[in-house]
T-cell receptor, first 114, second 115 residues
Framework: TQLLEQSPQFLSIQEGENLTVYCNSS?????LQWYRQEPGEGPVLLVT?????EVKKLKRLTFQFGDARKDSSLHITAAQTGDTGLYLC??????????????FGTGTKLQVIP | GAVVSQHPSWVICKSGTSVKIECRSL??????MFWYRQFPKQSLMLMAT?????????EQGVEKDKFLINHASLTLSTLTVTSAHPEDSSFYIC???????????FGPGTRLLVL
């Protein structure tokens, strides 16, 4: 069962445009992560948001964690061709045992056209 | 940084054969490793959690006799796809938790094609 729904599933935009990707769940997570994955490679962690309402910025990327810690958004300003990739949100829980259990979202494939 | 490697990076095999994929933490010890499977144009799905020195915990719907996991040391976990069939063709990705830390570090993945 996929607990995290991302929208849109696919996005094709012109270079320089802005975009927002949403990640929604009915479950509460201790934190939420965003990854970017290139074809044929493993996902690379972009950011972790922990506190409800938290906003983090990474250059042109802005990440927000919902107040209830059930949803998140990723906003990219002035997209560049290098932003092309699969963006995955991931909800994190920490069961007893001390390790994270990560549940990935459905993914958003972004294509930035020059 | 923490580096996780996988070997092989890609493998092609005949239907009915078994394939072993290794996941190594190169510069840290990992008490827990995770195995994911990703089909084309889809997200990562957790298959199992591998704990050093104990049996792996499999997610619902994942056959433990089909996907054998061994976590023999703090730096190595292996996933063996037994009697592979074309429907097992996928991208398999592992991740590892550093001892005492919560962050997962992902490997580069192994692409399996079963003919």
């Amino acid at each position: 069962t996929q607990l995290l729904e991302q929208s849109p599933q696919f996005l094709s935009i012109q270079e320089g445009e802005n975009l927002t990707v949403y990640c929604n769940s009915s479950s509460v997570f201790s934190s939420l992560q965003w990854y970017r994955q290139e074809p044929g490679e493993g996902p690379v962690l972009l950011v972790t948001v922990v506190t409800g309402g938290e906003v983090k910025k990474l250059k042109r990327l802005t990440f927000q964690f919902g107040d209830a810690r059930k949803d998140s958004s990723l906003h990219i300003t002035a997209a560049q061709t290098g932003d092309t990739g699969l963006y995955l949100c991931a909800g994190v829980r920490t069961p007893s045992g001390g390790y994270q259990k990560v549940t990935f979202g459905t993914g958003t494939k972004l294509q930035v056209i020059p | 940084g923490a580096v996780v490697s996988q070997h092989p990076s890609w493998v092609i095999c005949k239907s009915g054969t078994s394939v072993k994929i290794e996941c190594r933490s190169l510069d840290f010890q990992a008490t827990t490793m995770f195995w994911y499977r990703q089909f084309p144009k889809q997200s990562l799905m957790l298959m199992a959690t591998s704990n050093e020195g104990s049996k792996a915990t499999y997610e619902q719907g994942v056959e433990k006799d089909k996907f054998l996991i061994n976590h023999a040391s703090l730096t190595l976990s292996t996933l063996t796809v037994t009697s592979a069939h074309p429907e097992d063709s996928s991208f398999y990705i592992c991740s590892a938790n550093r001892v005492g830390r919560e962050t997962q570090y992902f490997g580069p993945g192994t692409r399996l094609l079963v003919l």
